[in-house]
């Protein structure tokens, strides 16, 4: 018994493995065995290396944000704020860009509203510009046609490119972020090599200065953009206001209207009435008659900006419309076009042939067909209606939290399908009327477009570059002569005689002059055969 359970004691302690590790000297055997391989030696270095290099990056980090804090100032600006379009375009025009960026992105359309003017205006680039006059292109076998391409360059997104401001090192990275499903946003980051602040801060006032350059001289118009901020959506060239022709005396009380408004004594004055400082317009009548055209000129007299509200953008809801209609800067227009559009419901319903017979006699239009004709084409261009509410549309124009300063027009083509509550006094103050081009209309337009051929008592009479080839030659555009005063009232007479009162829009008779920029002679001996062409159209 004593061997037996010997034995089996002895057996006991060398059989299975894991009772010995579970020993003081097992643990200690296991450690060592565990130490002394190779494995773990080369996994404790690159441990050691990580741990190193992790420290030594969080070290350089910390050195280098004191660094940066101290030598380098950083500017942020995203494209949804107008410093974006001033920066870009003077990092654009300065050009410096692009000797150290050797990636662009390339447009054969000019990338800033303003561009569209400059490169009518002044040649301007809008960026690199590349004209290729001299390549000779063969489209249909016609080898003499050239091109007149003009290609810009701008900075690529997410390119980095350095310049230099005043002696001062500047990095520069354009970069672009998706938001939502289609969306993008553009940001710039500068970092000024400084320690003051200073040239950071020239360097914008700088380019804002510069932008504004651009804008000098012309009307500035803002739109609604994708993300629902206001945003630069051209600069067009003034238009004097004497080239607007309204019956009248119509267009000199509009004008002074409006400068009476926006005098600085005005708004103590509204306000110890305790009237709200709110000015309305309500331009209706005929399509073509000069609505918009009188909205442009007035901004070109009193230096204002244009702020564009597109009631049908499928964006458009009625917390963005408030929104949009409060964030408005004082002594601006805001322009509602076609605001009749809004009610697509009722613009429907009017087309009736009941309110087609009184459109015609309201509007003077020609004929109930027509007027019912007009009607129905309106309604299907309001098919598109925004879901802002009438309610809605009321209290931005005058209620409690409605802006002041500004001057509201709304323009219609049809003021009968407008509700009376939104046209009332109080919130439109001024209407008038456009109607088909009077007598007096048209003599003041072919005056005032020929009147610069007879500044000069030897300008040439007729065969101008503008008259129409396939018209009938004018039987006195050969005349030799000068046109002075006395003959271009004549003509005028001439002229405003063949055209028939009441029936004709100012855009129409205005296309017609086109055809005859520095030919009054033809103007007068072609108009008969061009209204022929004008009823037999219709």
Known sequence: MLHGGSTQKVGLSASPSWTSILSVAGVVEALRELFSSSQFRDGIKFFAIGAALSTTKSILNYVWSNVRRLFLHKAVIRD???????????????????????????SSYPRMPYDYVRDEDDGGTGGELVDLDSVELGINGDTHRKSETRVHFFPLATDSFRFSYEGTPVWCTRKREQIGDSNFQDTLELNFLTFSRQPLRRFFVEARVTFSQYNSGKVVVMNIDKYMNWSQAAARPKRYFNSIHLPGDTKEKLLADAKTFLLPSNRKWYADRGIPYRRGYLLYGRPGSGKTSTVHALASELDLKIYTVALTSKKMSNAVFQEMLASVPPKSIVL????????????????SDDVADGMADRIEMPSRASALRQAQEDAAAAANTSDVTFQTLLNVIDGVGAPEGRILIMTTNHRELLDEALIRPGRIDLQIAYMYATKGQVLDLFTRWYEQLATSPTAPLGGGAGAEKSLPASSSSSDEGALDHAKLRELAARFVAQVPEGELSLAAIQGFLLLHKEDPHGAVDNVAAWLREQADAK
């Open 80 to 106: 949804t704020d107008p410093a974006y379009q001033a920066v870009l375009r003077y990092v654009v025009d300065a050009g410096a860009w692009s000797k150290s960026a050797r990636d662009v992105e390339v």
């Open 336 to 351: 509602i076009e076609d605001i009749d559009a809004v009610f697509q419901s009722r613009v429907m319903k009017e087309t």
